[in-house]
């Protein structure tokens, strides 16, 4: 026991420093590359803080458990959007200003491919055809980042304290290094974080449906939360609030579409009416939000930790009965 917890402490440790040069990566790429944050948030650092989600769910799928990947893509998304997303909002020495014209074009397809995937679940399956559907939008998503980010570049400076922190160290190579080696540690940091806290709760006879809804609900979106607070607390809350829509977007085309796309997913009537209508109510709320001055102010932050307790509540009692068991 004592072992477990000289592994949480040193996770925590390792996550935080990792999270540092994570974000100092991320925003010296976005400097160097004259790229808005928010772009580098949503595609760099939206694809490396998915990645362990993407491992966990296709592995699941490929071994005969696709639902696994569809509840852990929901789940994230509600974590990232109630949690990460908040924590940020909360640490952040200023309100987080958010650019309105990447709002409006990522947030509008945010919410459309929210609704598609919801269209798809609804007659009960998500097929493989469907999943390559959903894979061949998240290229084509892809491209147009790409293609905005290239024909933006440039045409808005970043300021000049951002190019005195960042030029100096190195190149664009250097930065992309030191932002792939913070991926690594957050990735890695987390697992041990995750694994020494379910021993120690374990050992203290934490209930299963506890552990579930804390640990590992929590645990899974880690590098999110993690990112999220390191940038806020930076200075740079566009950069986190990039990362939560890409993974929020990721979630959906990336994760479930591979997913179905390896195995036909049966979608139970629990994750058609309520875990797909509370995941969309979570991203119009924190959306809404967004799109309020542009801005993303403390108190909008404990809106959404709010929104997210109702939705634990609303699950411990629609879904579990006395003893922990969900019912069929």
Not at 137 to 155: D, Q, R
Request: charged share 15%; net charge neutral; with cysteine.
């Amino acid at each position: 026991m004592v072992l477990n917890f000289l592994v949480l402490s040193a996770s925590f440790y390792v996550l935080a420093k990792s999270a540092d040069f994570l974000v100092d990566g991320a925003v010296g790429v976005a400097v160097k590359a004259r790229i808005d944050k928010v772009i580098i948030g949503i595609v760099l650092v939206g694809f490396a803080t998915t990645a362990p989600e993407f491992t966990v769910s296709l592995m699941s799928a490929i071994r005969g458990f696709p639902e696994i990947a569809l509840g852990n893509a929901i789940g994230s998304v509600i974590v990232d959007d109630g949690v990460a997303l908040a924590l940020a909002i909360l640490v952040a020495p200023k309100a987080i200003t958010i650019n309105p014209g990447v709002l409006k074009r990522v947030g509008l397809f945010l919410v459309v491919i929210d609704l598609f995937a919801f269209g798809l679940a609804v007659n009960g399956i998500i097929s493989r055809l469907e999943g390559f559907m959903l894979l061949a939008i998240l290229a084509g998503y892809l491209i147009v980042m790409v293609h905005s980010s290239k024909k933006n570049a440039g045409l808005a400076p970043p300021p000049e304290e951002e190019i005195e922190e960042h030029i100096k160290p190195g190149s664009l190579g250097k930065q992309l290094l030191l932002f792939f080696i913070g991926v690594a540690g957050v990735i890695i940091a987390s697992e041990f974080l995750v694994s020494s806290s379910l021993n120690i709760a374990r050992f203290f006879q934490v209930p299963e449906v506890i552990i579930g809804l804390t640990i590992i609900a929590i645990g899974t979106s880690l590098p999110e939360i993690a990112t999220c607070i390191t940038a806020a607390r930076k200075g740079h809350g566009d950069l986190a609030f990039g990362d939560i829509i890409g993974a929020d977007i990721l979630n959906i085309l990336w994760i479930v579409g591979a997913a179905a796309a390896a195995n036909t997913i049966q979608v139970g009537t629990n994750v058609i009416y309520f875990a797909f209508p509370s995941m969309i109510i979570m991203v119009v709320t924190m959306l809404l939000l967004a799109r309020h001055r542009h801005t993303l102010h403390r108190w909008k932050g404990f809106v959404l930790i709010f929104l997210y307790i109702v939705y634990i509540v609303s699950m411990l009692r629609f879904f579990y009965i006395p003893g922990g068991e969900m019912p069929v």
